[in-house]
């Protein structure tokens, strides 16, 4: 769907429902007597690299629930990032489609009814930026709903029937905020959560790829892509997704990958199917055997990790890939402006952030439904020199060299 058409219809429907939710529930008089939940749902549909974020508060969760049954909400194209992260069974994962709007409203109806039919325990909402997640939470007949809620603050009404209210703070990050969720669970006070965050670890997952899978992917590039020879590989990702108000600009990165071809490297350009237009302009200024489309050759988010396996350096847009390059050995150069990596950027000891804090940004909020005042001149992006960058990128290909995990494909 049209993510303006999923900014009217929450901003309009969405919201709507939630007044008139709110207008029939009453607090029960057992939602404080400390009942032992069993099964917990966690809603977090839109954003895959927000799940990557979110593994902390798995983690936590499963700690401090170990017999509780963890299932997942989320829109079916992120279904199998939650499935790499091994944080729940396969089937506990519960999934529905953006599709199209008659599409999405099926599913709701379909995963509502097994929702229901699971007597689901505990929701937790971590969404910000839609209200259909706080539907789902009220309609679920979970006892206890946790969720994000203004209190005082303007914007971000989800309804009133929020019985664990967290308050989104913009100063932490949103992995801490996550952990903030699941420890209002049991959390007495106004707002929840009161006390400071238990010490736990905010690093991504490292999944475990086979050398079997690894290789069968270097044999595959190789054949497919003869321009590749022995260069390293280095990849970018030029996209910007649903929001290209996020993407650093073309002609950045045409100078970037042309002068590291120069120096002997390859370039891949990774994104989706729809984004070969972008990476066609991006070759075409470039005109050399080395730099190679690989947007939509990846069919799976499993397919581009293993190419994180071998390759030498991912310079992206803030976005998945970032987030899923640090669950792998790739370093990356991510960059920042529309939102702030204060929030946003990887547990990842590998990144690089590159961030223009302007006046006006970050513009992507909590308080927005996501949608920037700007004019598309972004400037915080357009503002980081290609230069800096490319002596960055350089600085960080030098030292990979003596890092056995690294190899041309």
């Known amino acids: 769907m049209d993510v303006n058409f999923q900014r009217k219809m929450d901003r309009y429907i969405g919201a709507f429902l939630c007044r008139i939710f709110s207008l029939f529930y009453r607090k029960a008089k057992d939602e404080d007597d400390g009942f032992q939940a069993k099964k ?9 690299g927000s799940l990557v974020l979110a593994y902390p508060m798995f983690q936590q969760i499963k700690k401090r629930y170990p017999e509780a049954e963890l299932h997942g909400l989320l829109f079916e194209k992120n279904k199998e990032v939650l499935t790499l992260m091994d944080v729940t069974a396969p089937e506990n994962i519960l999934t529905v489609r953006d599709t199209s709007f008659g599409a999405f409203t099926i599913d709701c109806l379909r995963v509502l009814n097994r ?9 937790i909402d971590c969404e910000l930026f839609a209200r259909i997640s706080s539907i789902f939470s009220f309609l679920s007949g979970a006892r206890i709903r946790v969720g994000f809620h203004p209190h005082t603050q303007e914007g971000l009404y989800r309804g009133n029937f929020i019985n664990r209210p967290v308050l989104f703070n913009p100063y932490h990050h949103i992995s801490r905020q996550f952990l903030t969720l699941a420890a209002a669970i049991d959390s007495v006070g106004v707002p929840k959560a009161k006390k400071p965050p238990e010490r736990t670890s905010l690093r991504a997952p490292l999944i475990d790829f086979s050398r079997y899978e690894t290789d069968a992917m270097q044999a595959r590039m190789r054949a497919d892509f003869r321009g590749l020879a022995d260069r390293p590989l280095v990849l970018i990702y030029p996209g910007g997704g649903i929001l290209p108000i996020r993407a650093w600009p073309r002609n950045y990165y045409s100078q970037v990958a042309g002068e590291l071809i120069k120096k002997g490297y390859a370039v891949g350009i990774v994104g989706l199917k729809e984004d070969r237009e972008l990476a066609g302009a991006i070759r075409s200024k470039i005109n050399n055997p080395a730099c190679i489309d690989l947007t939509g050759y990846t069919h799976t988010v499993r ?12 310079i992206t847009n803030d976005g998945g890939p970032g987030q899923f390059a640090a669950m792998t050995p790739i370093p990356t150069i991510i960059f920042y402006g529309p939102e702030t990596p204060d929030l946003y950027s990887p547990a990842d000891r590998k990144a690089t952030i590159f961030y223009n804090p302007l006046p006006c940004s970050p513009c992507l909020t909590a308080f927005n439904h996501r949608n920037s005042p700007c004019d598309g001149d972004n400037l915080c992006l357009k503002q980081i020199p290609p230069e800096q960058v490319l002596k960055k990128a350089v600085e960080i290909l030098e030292e990979s060299k003596t890092t056995p995990e690294m190899a041309a494909p």
């Open 115 to 123: 929702i229901r039919r699971l007597k689901v325990d505990v929701v």
């Open 303 to 314: 397919e581009l990790m293993l190419i994180f396996q071998f390759a030498a350096l991912l």
């Open 40 to 48: 917990f749902l966690v809603i977090l549909l839109s954003e895959m």
